[in-house]
């Protein structure tokens, strides 16, 4: 099978008493299996087929997310009042707001 930059996750599912595997970019693709590397393996076989009919259909097939390119910068809407209280609190910790956010959004 060809390799892929899709974004993969296996967790334990109760509900099915299986792993389930799921992929970010395919929100409605998963795939259950008794282990976790049976769950990955079964995901991106599927994952495969489905970017095969998508390009042969001429259907936008979705860009991996580790692919795409990210300028760390993004605008973010907030109550007045909690714009206030972080600015007061960056100033009281002597660094920039910025920099107190992403502290804050990191941690």
């Known amino acids: 099978m060809r390799d892929d930059h899709y974004t993969y996750r296996v967790s334990w599912s109760p509900e099915d008493s299986e792993y389930v595997a799921s992929v970010v ?3 409605s693709l998963s795939w259950l299996a008794p282990d976790p590397a049976a769950a990955l393996l079964g995901l991106r ?3 495969a087929d489905v970017v095969d009919d998508l ?3 001429g259907d936008p097939v979705p ?3 580790s692919d795409r390119q990210y300028s760390g910068e993004f605008r973010l809407r907030i109550p007045p ?3 206030r209280a972080l600015a007061i609190e960056a100033a009281e910790q002597g660094v920039s707001l910025n920099r107190l ?3 804050k ?3």
């Open 105 to 107: 959004v990191a941690g």
């Open 55 to 57: 390009h042969a259909s």
């Open 63 to 65: 860009e991996p997310l």
């Open 81 to 83: 009042e909690l714009h």
């Open 25 to 27: 970019e395919f929100r």
């Open 45 to 47: 076989a599927l994952v």
């Open 101 to 103: 956010v992403s502290a």
